[in-house]
């Protein structure tokens, strides 16, 4: 069973020798306690943020698994939705009977490749505006075609102390570690804060490897 947010909270009170707490008091938590609770959302929020194919941020909800967008002729921009994360990685181009995958690139390579002047045609790349929720195609539709993309379910924060975390218990110590940089960094102490932040990276990159490498590997291999 998932660790709950009240037991991740007393795992890191623990581990700097502060006092655990209970069920009653949680709601109206102060000092180092309420500290904590507000550590262990931070840290979850870094671990959100390290990717956007987390598998459990996935919505799975039937047909609301995917989305679908119709091109227009001659518009390059797109709003694809805005209250989920877009798999960039993902995105396939639906042209009669015919279905392919868009490449993602960035902004910078397609702006440095001189694609801003480029002729309409059949796009074969999907990039994001830098300052904006609008997404670009290159090349510019010349026709009217149709974008398939995968969702992911925005991120919330814990809030009440039965709240479940939303991954396998196997990595639980990263966000522990990470919530304990926090809590080290508040006490100034930087010589723990820098130990945990070390073993908070290579358990990132573990919990990386394994839950999204190898959908990424599959995704290269279509």
């Given at each position: 069973m998932a660790k709950t947010y009240i037991q991740l909270v007393n795992e890191v009170l623990r581990d700097v020798?502060?006092?655990p707490i209970t069920s009653v008091e949680?709601?109206?938590?102060?000092?180092v306690q309420d500290f904590v609770k507000k550590a262990v959302n931070r840290a979850y929020m870094d671990i959100v943020n390290a990717s956007t194919e987390w598998p459990w941020l996935t919505n799975?909800?039937?047909?609301?698994?995917?989305?679908?967008?119709?091109t227009v002729a001659d518009q390059q921009w797109y709003a694809l939705g805005q209250s989920h994360n877009i798999d960039l990685t993902t995105v396939m181009l639906i042209n009669g009977?015919?279905?392919f995958p868009l490449e993602?690139?960035?902004y910078d390579h397609w702006a440095q490749s001189n694609k801003v002047t480029e002729d309409s045609a059949l796009p074969c790349a999907i990039f994001k505006h830098p300052t904006n929720d609008l997404y670009g195609l290159s090349n510019t539709p010349d026709d009217v075609y149709t974008l398939e993309f995968s969702l992911w379910d925005p991120a919330t924060e814990f809030v009440n102390d039965v709240d479940l975390m939303p991954f396998a218990d196997q990595y639980y110590t990263v966000l522990i570690n990470r919530a304990l940089f926090y809590v080290w960094m508040w006490r100034e102490n930087l010589d723990h804060a820098n130990m945990v932040d070390k073993t908070y990276d290579e358990g990132l990159k573990e919990m990386k490897r394994h839950l999204v490498g190898n959908k990424l590997e599959r995704m290269r291999a279509i």
């Open positions: 020798n502060e006092v949680f709601p109206t938590a102060r000092g799975t909800g039937g047909t609301n698994r995917f989305q679908q967008v119709s009977t015919d279905k993602y690139i960035s």
